[in-house]
């Protein structure tokens, strides 16, 4: 269905009379006649008529709120979309916290969570649970009054998230009004189909810019974005899992989602409920071996004690409810065939092998790729060209090579040895005493400069809009750009002559370049790219030398106290940063940036003497509610320091959603204390 986009009549010339009576009827079975479709297509997956003849609908339905303006209210089904961009999105307070829950993931500690839960409610009490998928999406919280949904927020921290009403409105499995005058908060799964994020990735590519990584990616960016247009085309879909209203709604959870589903909300229909432990374990199983088969991505399921008032016996601990628990699956495994192994180059010259496989379906993805890391993983899983392997994703994102399968072998399977040269430009590679990468030197070779070109446009560096790796590879190509300062040299003329592109395209890459001069020096030195100089190091450096011609003043010698004074800032680090520097090709590059007029200087700071972190570190992770960048300066303000990892004397590590591993292993080995983003806030409040 296309009527997403389309723009909704104008209220400018509103008739004051009323439409004739026959009119009016028309509307209104036109207007129950489109939801009705609208509820087919977007909640039951089950559309009666075809996209052509509903587009038609719908235009009727704009022909005759253009003609008699009168008609227009704010739920018809042409107020979707508002024409306001907006320039902010401000914060609202939860009507209750939308508390996290806790992790689980196997058989003994779903035990242990059914042990606690009946050692928390009055001997000998029944007690059934809801088992739902956990879907994987945005979270929002959907209030309706008096029937009509008039406010909608992302989870944000738990307590408080950002308003993001007009974009909630352009879901269309979501009903702008529902027959019950009663106040209900809900809580809702905001996602975006596997099938529609193929089509969202193909049109985004042809537009050149980054295709999104999976699903939940795509929906949460897409909830907070300033224009409401742009969202109605990201086909998002939502699916309410919480009545937050409870023993007002309905005696039990499962009854609610039920009542919800026949109010017309969009539920996702798949719970069951459990008798006891083992039920609880059959509903998983049958989740978990349903999971390629839904449409949209899970990472789990949810146990929830599905009697309200057990719920509030039960209540919650300072961080999780008591009464309900995520069961996390593991990483989801595919078998594909390895059809040969190439090698990539990367922005610091590290050569990458990088196994070429049998297209196969991972985690809502067609992987086609994988990584093999080096060398050494190589000869540890003995992989060959003509292998059967397993692949997973990398904290769901990157995949790789996991296990081969070596009875599948024919004997025909080829080993394979890291090349000699780069594959690129052909340089000798090298290896750097201690390291297992290899590395090709030359700074001028064409993947280098297209990895660079790619890693200094992006979000956390100098967030260059329009330009995507299918843009920079022809301005590399064409010898338009052979390094970032070339970007702020191209023309209309000499961009819009590309394949694919045109003026339009052109200037809109033109004004995105022109915009990111006026980033701050610390996004300059993260986009840079300097060895070991993440974007922590680069916010404290950027404190310390306040701009670009202030850092090219320095000498030598004074660079290095400088940077060795900086809290974190270990001889690696600063050797690395120095040797950047005053190299004469970075440096020609650095004196090309500032004569450009790149980058703007570092606001001044306030000295904080003293506040409620003064003393203490922190190292920040996850996927969290907003910017990293916004969190870091919070506990600046508020006298805490950054660290970039977690080391011997790191206080605490601040998580979000997907935390790795390796974050979580340094901080039970050093000491560190963690923190949820929540808890943080309270810290910064006091």
Partial sequence: MSADSAPHASRKSKQTQAPPKDVAELHGELVREVRAHDYRYYVENDPTISDRDYDALYQKLRDLEAAFPALVTDDSPTQRVSDSLRTDLRKVRHVVPMISLDNTYNREQLADFVRRVKQGLPENAEVRYCVEPKLDGGSVELVYRNGSLVEASTRGDGIQGEEITANARTIRSLPLTIPIADPVTLRAEVVIYRKDLTAINEAREQEGEAPFANPRNAASGSLRMLDPRVVAKRRLRAMVWQVVEGQAFAASHSQALERAHTLGLPTHGLHKVAEDLEGVIRAIEGIEEKRKDYPFEIDGAVVKVDDFQQQQILGNTSKFPRWAIAYKFGAERATTRVLDILVQVGRTGALTPVAVLQPVELAGTTVSRASLHNQEIIDTLDVRIGDSVSIEKAGEIIPQVVAVDASQRSGKEVAYLMPRACPVCGTASVRTEGEVLLRCPNVRCPAIVKAAIVYFSRRFAMDIDHLGESLVDQLVESGLVGDVSDLYTLTLEKVAALERMGKKSAANLLAGILASKDQPFDRLLTGLGI???????????????????????????????????????????????????????????LQKLQALGVSRPMPQVAEVAEGPLSGLSFCVTGVLSRKREDIHTDIRNAGGSIQERVTQGTSYLVIGEKVGKTKLDAAKKHGAKLLTEAELDALLKK
């Fill in 531 to 589: 060895e070991s100089l993440g974007q922590v190091a680069a916010g404290q450096l950027a404190q310390e030398v306040r701009s670009l011609p202030d850092l090219l003043n320095l000498s030598r010698e004074a660079l290095e106290e400088k940077a060795t004074a900086i809290h974190g800032f270990g001889p690696k680090m600063v050797e690395s940063l120095v040797r950047y520097v005053f190299d004469p090709d970075k440096r020609s590059l």
